[in-house]
């Protein structure tokens, strides 16, 4: 057994924000598809709302969304989720977040 006194602050950090994010309740940001957007303002929404996204990843998204009828964005905490939401919807996008 490895002594407490032996393990690196480094090593203890990264395990307790492991078991914090293990808790934290995720949610799925859900674009939905709409025949009112241009699919390069989905993009473009999706690009400024959802920092995280490239611009590869944003136009699959919009694909997906378009063919399927809705797609998940991204998997966050949910006021994250709530942010990315109302920042696609300031868009004029249709989006919603979902419990995972």
């Known amino acids: 057994m490895t002594?407490?006194?032996?393990v690196s602050p480094d090593v203890e950090q990264e395990a307790?924000?492991?078991s914090l994010t293990e808790h934290v309740p995720r949610f799925a940001v859900i674009l939905h598809n709409d025949d009112v957007n241009s699919m390069e303002h989905?993009?473009?929404?999706?690009l400024k709302s959802v920092p995280t996204l490239s611009e590869q990843d944003a136009v699959q998204?919009?694909?997906d969304?378009?063919?399927?009828?809705k797609a998940t964005v991204t998997v966050c905490p949910r006021e994250t989720a709530e942010f990315y939401r109302d920042?696609?919807?300031?868009?004029?996008?249709?989006?919603?977040?979902?419990?995972?």
Request: glycine residues 6%; negative net charge.
């Open 3 to 6: 002594d407490p006194a032996l």
């Open 16 to 18: 307790l924000q492991r």
């Open 42 to 46: 989905v993009v473009d929404a999706l």
């Open 61 to 63: 998204v919009m694909m």
């Open 65 to 69: 969304a378009h063919l399927e009828g």
């Open 87 to 100: 920042r696609l919807q300031s868009f004029s996008i249709g989006a919603s977040i979902e419990a995972v």
